[in-house]
């Protein structure tokens, strides 16, 4: 399904206020003793925000890297235009970092999805402390339901309730003050890896997951659908996918966690990477790992004298007329009602909890929250989650941060009439839904994949994790975190003297990537084909 394997309302994305006072990592957790790096805040050009992401500081003014542009560079600015990002990325000179590795050294992690955090805590198994930067404000996800109920004021933003939380598209929006809850990205994961089973094995042990043993089916329009055959066990959030992640990171003693940021600008300074928010400093750090895609990661990378990893994570082949990265985007609907769909049965078996669906522009994919995380619990909401087609989602494409409110109602309207063409219902008869919210994964999934665990740049000491490396899956998106965790800590045991033995991945070829509009589930024997076609990477 995405990255993991991916990946909501009549109400459109605004402008929030900050919530009160839910700032804090995680409240069960003793941040360490010492501090993540040995050394002192850089004093210059630090703002007066508390935006420390605890990096290294300034070494002595020798040259430890090679940096493209120099003292008199001219500053870009954070809103460049993708076009003009792209085409100076072409043209960077490559950094590369002469000084010897750090004995303890320090790695920034830029994204908090399943990739970044899984590199986090593999990065901890092997001694190493990271920084996880992410974009998204902190919500305890183990506060309970009713608390989260407690805490709406009327005129509180949706927003601002714990609807986003580390994890990227392992994302679950709760609304209050009933509350709804959606798993509004990743519906769920598969097992076909001993070395993800392993991980999955310790979030079962601990109660974040469990089986999801509900009926999923295939779907065709008109109200037709048959059984999915599947050969491995299908697993879920126990209270949704976000407070999964939430959870793992928690038990963390290396990884410190910095949020909300949106970090603008990476710099090679006296042999480290130094961190900025707009002219915010979050410190310095020995490597650096791009754990997000998309425009913002071609934007972070496209002066950062990065030329090697900024061309495999180029995104737009019909912009520059190469085979790279592409992303599909796809509009998630979620809509809660007060009775039950009027879902068609299978002969013996009972009504369907999730279902693929096959001739409808409009709808790939619809699943019951309700029935999914709660099946032993009645007289609730039924919340569920549909997608779009990727076909449809790039047909009807708008500035996922301002979605206009015409083309919020016109989506939802057409989503839920095919909602009803799928079920075989006539126009207009299905209930309407008392809640709604629709939003737009602009970058949802990858559409083609370098068939690599991971990619590293040892003379510039970055790298990059994400599951469009390996597929659409969160299996995919955790081997890849793993992989280069472990290809980073190699790297510094041999004290980076030897960098070419330790590249990895800079010049591979993309190919197409099998499987259904909302991602990859290994072991689910239906997947829509794609026919492969590859063609190298510039």
């Known amino acids: 399904m ?39 805040p850089e004093p210059p050009r630090r703002s007066s925000g508390s935006g420390s992401g605890r990096g290294r500081a300034n070494p002595p003014m020798d040259s430890g890297a090679e940096a493209p542009g120099g003292r008199g560079a001219r500053r870009h600015s954070h809103r460049t235009s993708r ?10 000179e490559q950094v590369v970092f002469t000084t010897p590795v750090a004995e303890d050294p320090v790695v920034a992690i830029i994204g908090g999805g399943v990739s970044g955090l899984v590199c986090a805590l593999t990065l901890e198994e092997r001694g190493i402390r990271s920084t996880v930067f992410d974009t998204v ?73 469990q089986e999801w043993k509900g009926l999923l089916v295939e779907l065709e329009a008109g109200g037709h659908c048959v059984p999915v055959p599947y050969t491995t066990k299908r697993y879920v959030g126990t209270n949704g996918m976000r407070p999964l ?10 990884v410190n966690i910095v949020r909300p940021c949106w970090v603008s600008k990476l710099e090679p300074f006296n042999g480290t990477w130094r961190l900025t928010e707009r002219d915010e400093y979050h410190g310095q750090f020995d490597a650096i790992v791009i754990a997000h895609n998309g425009k913002c990661a071609n934007r972070l990378l496209s002066s950062s004298g990065l ?42 078996f ?35 989650t549909f997608f779009s087609t990727a076909a449809y989602g790039k047909q009807n494409k708008v500035p996922q941060e301002n ?12 989503m839920l009439e095919g909602v009803e063409s799928a079920l075989g219902l006539s126009k207009g008869s299905l209930e309407k839904p008392f809640y709604t919210r629709v939003q737009l994964w602009g970058a949802a ?68 990537i099998a499987g259904h509009d909302i991602g990859q589930f290994p072991g689910l024997e239906y997947e829509k084909q794609v026919e492969p076609q590859a063609c190298t990477a510039l």
């Open 83 to 92: 076009r003009s990002s792209i085409k100076k990325s072409l043209a960077q």
């Open 445 to 512: 999934l990858p559409t083609n994949t370098p068939a690599v665990a991971c990619i590293f740049d040892p003379r510039g000491r970055a790298g990059i994790c994400g599951d469009w490396l390996l597929g659409s899956s969160v299996e995919a998106a955790a081997l890849s975190g793993m992989a280069l965790a472990h290809h980073m800590a190699d790297y510094f045991k041999s004290g980076g003297t030897r960098s070419d033995e330790f590249a990895i991945g800079l010049n591979s070829t993309f190919q197409a």
């Open 307 to 348: 030329p090697l990893l900024t061309k495999q994570m180029k995104v737009s082949a019909e912009l520059l007329r190469t085979c790279t990265l592409e992303l599909s985007s796809i509009w998630a609907l979620l809509a809660a009602f007060d009775d039950p769909l009027p879902i068609p049965t299978i002969g013996a």
């Open 403 to 414: 979605i206009p409110n015409a083309t919020a109602e016109r989506v939802t309207n057409e």
């Open 350 to 384: 009972r009504s369907f909890d999730g279902a693929f669906v096959k001739g409808v522009n409009s709808l790939s994919w619809m699943g019951n929250n309700t029935s999914k995380l709660f099946p032993l619990e009645s007289g609730k909401p039924h919340c569920w």
């Open 245 to 254: 992640m939430d959870s793992i990171i928690c038990q963390s003693k290396l």
């Open 137 to 209: 404000c902190y919500y305890p996800s183990s506060m309970p339901l009713v608390l989260l109920s407690s805490h709406w004021e009327e005129g509180d933003s949706l927003l601002a309730l714990g609807v986003h939380g580390l994890g990227g598209r392992m994302a679950t929006r709760i609304i209050s003050p009933k509350p709804l809850v959606f798993d509004h990205a990743a519906q769920f994961f598969t097992v076909s890896d001993s070395r993800f089973r392993k991980l999955v094995d310790g979030w079962l042990e601990k109660g974040l997951i």
């Open 2 to 40: 995405y990255s993991a394997g991916f990946l909501s309302s009549s109400l459109v994305f605004q402008p929030i206020r900050p919530f009160k006072p839910f700032l804090l990592r995680c409240p069960t957790l003793a941040r360490p003793s010492i501090p993540l790096c040995s050394a002192e």
